[in-house]
Every structure is written in C-alpha cells, then in structure tokens.
C-alpha cells in the first residue's frame, strides 16, 4: 500500500546531536514534523521513521505488533549512534513509551528523554477483553486528532485495529516493569486536557523511573496531539533547550556557520 500524503519518515542529516522521534499509535510522522523539522533547523540529526502498519491503512496495521514497531525504532537508535557523539530520543503517547523502552534497553547510548503525554496503559474495562474481543470484532472507533486548535488535524486512522489494541497493551505491561532501568535525564511534557491518555500514565511513569534529572512541564493549551496544537512551539523549544543543556556543543556550530 502506499503511504499517505504526508506520513512519510523524515530524515535530516545535521551535527553530532542526534535525536529520534517516535510517532504514537495509528498516528504518522506527521503528527511530529514540525517538530522534526524545527529541530533539523537548528543543526540536530534527526530521525522520524514510519513504524510498520502505520500511515497507510489501518488492515495493514493488523497485521503488525509491538515488536515490529520497537525493532523499527531500535533500528533508527543504532543507526544515529553509528554517525552521532550524544544521542537523545523523544516521543508523543505510545511513541513516548517507545522512546522509554530504547532508553532502559540502551543506557549510556541514550543521553536524555523527551515524551509528551506518554503511554501507560490501555485504558477501560474494554481493555480486559482485548485478548478475546480482538478474535471476535477487527476494530473500534479512532483516537486520532484529539487536538484544540481549531483547523488543525492529525493524519491518523480513524479505526482502531483490535489486534494491533491487544499487541499494545501487552507492550506497555512489558514496560511498566522496565521504567526503574530507565536513569537518563528526563523531560515529560503533558497536557492535563488529554482525552486520549489521562494523567495517571505520565504520573506513573514519573514515578517509576530512576532518571535523577526530571522535568515536568504543563501543556495548558493543548489536547493529547500536542505537537500539533497550541503548545507546540513550546514543545519545540523546551525540547530543544533540554538538549542543548545536556548536549552544549548544540548551537554553537549553527552559531558558527552563522558566523
């Protein structure tokens, strides 16, 4: 199948900074490049893969699990590791549970964190009946573009595939048990008007991480897609400056071509 307009991976070739993006569930790069691009501007390698299943449509995502959208990230991770010095990797919702695994799999190979409004767990009593209820009905309703600005939307499916539901429920259960091993610094951007993830899952995760440098920030303006939303630029540069405090060698080079 071909990949809708504007779900395409981006990739741009920068300095020895680099950062991955992770995109959320049924979502696509989309949703994450302005952010990209805003962080390719300022002379960072940035990676922000198309994980499998994704940005087509959503039978194709049926057919995929969390292993498959991990291996992806992991893949991109070694990849900026090869042609980088400081690798950071951030993401939004289940991208953000992605980005928390790479950092309590890879240790010293990740230097810091970024997630907006990140992923715990799978949420309702439906929940529970995943593991039949995906044998007996292929989807439910979608949770794309749950955003406030007013002519904004996320490229996303408007059908949630239930296997695909199931797959990411057992990952983020993986994953709660592996957040003490996470211990790189940390940055959690979150909006309290999520209608998609609540505040208990950042909260949680919060307190489960072993990460000494933490950093919360209030997404006031902003619904679950924040990236998209009102509080975007926000994002872009508390990111950024979080970065560039772990990383002090971010900006001088653009600094110096400026020059």
């Not at 920068?14 to 949703?31: A, D, I, M």
């Not at 300022?42 to 969390?66: F, K």
């Not at 593991?131 to 573009?145: D, E, F, W, Y």
């Not at 499916?157 to 797959?167: F, I, N, T």
């Amino acid at each position: 199948m071909p990949v809708l307009p504007g779900a395409e991976p981006y990739r741009h070739e920068g300095g020895e900074v680099g950062v991955l993006l992770c995109h959320g569930f049924t979502g696509s790069p989309q949703s994450l490049r302005p952010w990209a691009e805003y962080l390719a501007e300022r002379g960072l390698t940035v990676s922000l893969p198309l994980l499998p299943g994704h940005g087509t449509r959503w039978q194709d995502m049926q057919l995929t699990g969390w292993q498959d959208w991990y291996a992806e990230v992991d893949h991109e991770l070694r990849a900026l590791r090869e042609r980088c010095a400081r690798v950071f990797v951030a993401g939004l919702s289940m991208g953000g549970a992605l980005a928390l695994r790479l950092a309590s799999k890879h240790g010293d190979a990740v230097d810091g964190v970024v997630v907006v409004n990140p992923a715990n767990k799978v949420h309702g009593l439906s929940a529970y009946a995943l593991p039949v209820a995906r044998h007996l009905v292929r989807t439910t309703k979608g949770i794309a573009s749950d955003i406030a600005k007013e002519g904004a939307a996320e490229l996303g499916y408007d059908r949630v595939p239930l296997h695909a539901a199931h797959s990411l429920r057992v990952f983020l259960r993986m994953l709660d048990g592996e957040l003490p091993q996470v211990t790189q610094p940390l940055l959690v951007l979150r909006s309290p008007a999520d209608h998609v993830v609540p505040p208990a899952d950042p909260a949680r995760i919060l307190s489960r991480v072993s990460s000494l440098d933490v950093t919360e920030v209030l997404l006031e303006q902003s619904y679950h897609v924040a990236t998209l939303d009102h509080d975007a630029d926000r994002i872009f540069e508390e990111s950024y400056a979080f970065i560039g405090r772990l990383a002090p060698s971010v900006g001088k080079e653009g600094t110096a071509q400026g020059g």
